[in-house]
């Protein structure tokens, strides 16, 4: 090795300069934020960068970020400003696109797995009296008597069922009659009301 070469530490000494555990640096390892270069002898060997890009994301987790967001940031160069260095507006954005499309499919994920919960539990629910009959049927009790009684179930869930479709349906509004002044025919002209004549007669 050129002595011009930089100094690499082994995982022990990068672990020990950085505060963590050697299998804390194996993990991120492993999740495939840092990828060090490898010995001979197939030992991991950190540099500078490594060592800069573990501060990094250690600086990041202490913040309380995801090792998912962390993958993305990790992506995107750092930009200098006054006091330090910070993602322009354009990395930000990318960033935010990034996570914004993991969390999409996310939801979609979840919503599949919804659908296909339900319809598991319903062919669960389909298969259970018939896992029910069997058991009894094994156990020794008569065959007629159960058909019977699964006949009895069926019909008294269908009369169930039509009753809480009943009770479902919107009744249609009943016609209310208003009596009000000027809603009965007119007289004829030339007609005198029941009342007045009522009225001549007593």
Request: net charge positive; aromatic share 4%.
């Amino acid at each position: 090795m050129s002595n011009d070469s930089p100094a690499l530490l082994t995982v022990r000494d990068a672990a020990e300069r950085l505060g963590v555990t050697p299998r804390t640096l194996k993990y991120y390892e492993e999740r495939g934020l840092v990828s060090p270069a490898r010995s001979e002898g197939r030992y991991r060997l950190y540099d500078d960068n490594d060592l800069q890009r573990f501060g990094r994301i250690l600086r990041l987790r202490s913040l309380g970020f995801s090792l998912h967001g962390i993958t993305e940031m990790l992506k995107r160069p750092l930009e200098p400003v006054a006091g330090g260095h910070r993602f322009s507006t354009e990395s930000l954005q990318q960033i935010h696109d990034a996570i914004a499309q993991q969390v999409d499919a996310l939801d979609a994920r979840i919503q599949a797995m919804r659908r296909e919960l339900k319809e598991a539990q319903k062919l669960r629910d389909e298969l259970s009296p018939d896992l029910d009959y069997l058991k009894r049927r094994l156990a020794g009790e008569n065959a007629d008597a159960l058909l019977e009684q699964r006949r009895n179930a069926l019909a008294k869930g269908a009369k169930a069922s039509k009753t809480a479709k009943g009770r479902e349906e919107p009744q249609a509004p009943k016609t209310v009659q208003h009596k009000e002044a000027g809603t009965r025919s007119a007289a004829k002209p030339g007609n005198k009301p029941r009342a007045s004549t009522a009225r001549k007669r007593s």
